[in-house]
């Protein structure tokens, strides 16, 4: 069975950094585009980041420059680097990823709590 696993949220103050890992398991036979999601309470989940399975990558406006996602494909695992942390980026944040398999379809983490304390 197929399965996504986030790890690395966690309290922190404004400026700090934090990684957050996502490691999919399972029989995989490829994954494409890899995502991080945010959701904040009372908002709809948002596009974070992205990336390729050729490491192209994409950024929301709002963390350009201080977010980096990065991905080792012969891990199955994406991260996603978080710097100069600000309150607003509190949410609960999911990883997502199209993955081929015996049940070829989208996947979503659990999530992981992500606070930012001013």
């Known amino acids: 069975q197929v399965q996504l696993v986030e790890s690395g949220g966690g309290l922190v103050q404004a400026g700090e950094s934090l990684r957050l890992s996502c490691a999919a398991s399972g029989r995989i036979f490829s994954i494409n585009t890899m995502n991080w999601y945010r959701q904040a309470p009372g908002n709809q989940r948002e596009l974070v980041a992205s990336?390729?399975?050729?490491?192209?990558?994409n950024y929301a406006d709002s963390v350009k420059g201080r977010f980096t996602i990065s991905r080792v494909n012969a891990k199955n695992t994406v991260y996603l680097q978080m710097n100069s942390l600000k309150p607003e980026d509190t949410a609960v944040y999911y990883c997502n990823a199209y993955i081929y398999s015996s049940a070829t379809r989208d996947y979503w983490g659990q999530g992981t709590q992500v606070t930012v304390s001013s």
């Open positions: 990336i390729t399975s050729g490491g192209s990558t």
